[in-house]
């Protein structure tokens, strides 16, 4: 059986007559660039993240470089974020002069270790990006505590989190600026790039909807150097289709994460090949945008390629697909070896060398689920005997 980590088509496909309404809406209408789509767009979604204002952009990443931007941070000035994260994080506080101070993660939920913030603090510190990696929630009031004491700003990175809660709460703008991810791999997949910066703010709000569009306003006067991040009237149309079904998207993708989790369970002492299944923290909502297990060698195991390379690449061969989010923590990066040689970080380390996210698509069948199980659960038994 061939079992995709993602199939964008069997999600889309249902949907075709409303995508091609839609499509066909933005052609007829000649209003391609930002106008009623996106304002559409915009306060649906922020009314998702539990946001006053919302404002669309071309990415996820582009988000972050806006939020960056709308609290002036640059040159001098040092954010800390976790270093076990999607590149964008720290590349876009690097993109703005700025210094990527990274951060160790908790090895069970993968998120920001609330305490490496204190740690890593120091008086050129400006803000923090904690990221609700995989789709579940950092510790926000841990994290926010924090910041308050320390006159930090706060960057929720809810690129992988759209709708997910932390305490009744949605995720985005409980701390100063939340950034989303419309990238078609996410819970909310738009056809091709889309991102929104979301806030309670309006003076920030306001910022960020000029630096999306050259620092513009009124037209051609620039009274600071923004760039083109908006979102496309045609992504926004196509998106605002698919925003009604986000719930149901998500709650099937939990439905797979209990069912692995409850397959899985009982193995993390196994003498050979130790899985862990993904902790989830019971005041938040985890919607499982990627399902993410631990893989790590017990005392028999005996071959020179870890437990969980050796799982992928059986999982591989059997037709499952997998993938390592993320093998390199961004401290070990090559592009930051100009920041001078990092210190351990390592519970990140472990984890990208650990970690395995499994097909977790809403549109996965039982029968897809079920042979995904079934060979993680063979191969464990044949090495664990
Ligand atoms: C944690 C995180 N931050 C930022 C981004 C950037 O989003 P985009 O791909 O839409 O630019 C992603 C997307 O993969 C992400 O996972």
Redesign the pocket.
Known sequence: MRVPLLDVRRQNQPLEAGLSAAFERVLRSGQFILGPEVEQFENAAAAVAGARFGIGVS??????LVALMALGIGPGDEVICPSF?????AGCVARVGAVPVFADSCPACFNLDPAEIERRVTPRTRAVIP???FGQPADLDEILEIARRRNLAVIE?A??SFGAEYRGRPVGAIGELG?I???P??NLGALG???LVVTNDASLAEKARRLRNHGMHPRYFHSVVGGNFRLDALQAALLAVKLPNLPEYTALRQQHAAEYTHALAGMAGCPAIAISTPAAHPDRTHIV?QYSIRVRPGPAWRHPESPRDALRRRLAERGVASEI?YPVPLHAQECFRALGPHPALPAAEACAAEVLSLPVFPELTAEEAAFVISEIRQFASEANG
């Open positions: 990415s996820g990443t582009d988000a972050i994260t999607f590149f964008a994080t990221v609700h990696l990175d690129a992988q950034t991810s419309f990238f791999t996410k790039d889309a991102g945008n989010y």
